[in-house]
């Protein structure tokens, strides 16, 4: 009963490549992220979707690209992948208290 | 723009203790949530508790307690009797309104080392 679940739990690939990670909450929330933990374990917001709308884009580059198929599910696709994409990425969910779920994280690394 | 900054980059703490994890925020926003997530060596991130801006009395949940400070722009987590399974990573995090898009923005975190 997994609530917010994430595949693949590790991604290991070479530069240049094209990737995608996908996202899915059983929760029934509206609101869905995807945030980046870098290798000095800092968090920061990537994108928000509401309802399948983007509402938050933070200054991320344009090789990624967020898809919201329907409102359960949020996407990432990361075009031309560099060094500096290897990273643990998180999707999370949100209620309408603003409590935060997360997913259990993808670890990419980029070769 | 909203900031979070926990200072103690580790902590140690003895089995069955009480420890504090330190959180100051900063914002000019009146209405915003506060969040303590904890990160086991394993790497998913678990919500431990919950504080709104609004809320009159500290958050509990269990053993993890919120210590509010509003006019201090502080909110301090508390585990009691620590428990070796308390080692972890502890991320402080703040969701402004900014029209409820609900984005978290975190500290740094503390490492917690629980010592038998």
């Known amino acids: 009963d997994t609530a917010v679940s994430q595949t693949p739990k590790y991604l290991v690939t070479q530069m240049g490549n094209d990737k995608s990670i996908k996202c899915e909450q059983n929760?029934?929330?509206?609101?869905m992220y995807w945030y980046k933990q870098d290798s000095k374990k800092f968090l920061k917001i990537m994108f928000s979707?509401?309802?399948?709308?983007?509402?938050i884009n933070e200054t991320v580059p344009n090789r990624f690209s967020p898809k919201s198929p329907d409102k359960a599910h949020l996407n990432l696709h990361i075009n031309s992948l560099e060094l500096g994409d290897s990273a643990v990425y998180f999707c999370?969910?949100?209620?309408?208290?603003?409590?935060?779920?997360f997913g259990p994280g993808t670890r990419l690394l980029v070769l | 723009a909203q900031k979070i900054t926990q200072t103690q980059p580790g902590m140690f703490v003895q089995e069955k203790e009480a420890v504090t994890l330190d959180c100051t925020y900063d914002?000019?926003?009146?209405?915003?949530?506060l969040f303590w997530y904890k990160q086991p060596s394993s790497g998913e991130m678990i919500f431990l508790i919950y504080?709104?801006?609004?809320?009159?009395q500290n958050a509990t949940e269990g053993r993890y307690s919120l210590n509010f400070q509003k006019a201090r722009k502080s909110a301090n987590l508390v585990i009691s009797a620590s428990q070796l399974g308390d080692s972890a990573m502890y991320f402080c995090?703040?969701?402004?309104?900014?029209?409820?898009?609900?984005?978290?923005?975190f500290g740094q975190g503390t490492t917690l080392q629980v010592k038998p």
């Open positions: 999370a969910s949100s209620d309408n208290r603003g409590g935060k779920y």
């Open positions: 929760l029934g929330h509206d609101t």
């Open positions: 979707y509401n309802n399948k709308e983007l509402i």
């Open positions: 914002t000019s926003d009146p209405s915003y949530g």
């Open positions: 504080q709104g801006s609004y809320d009159q």
């Open positions: 995090a703040m969701s402004p309104p900014s029209g409820n898009t609900g984005k978290l923005i």
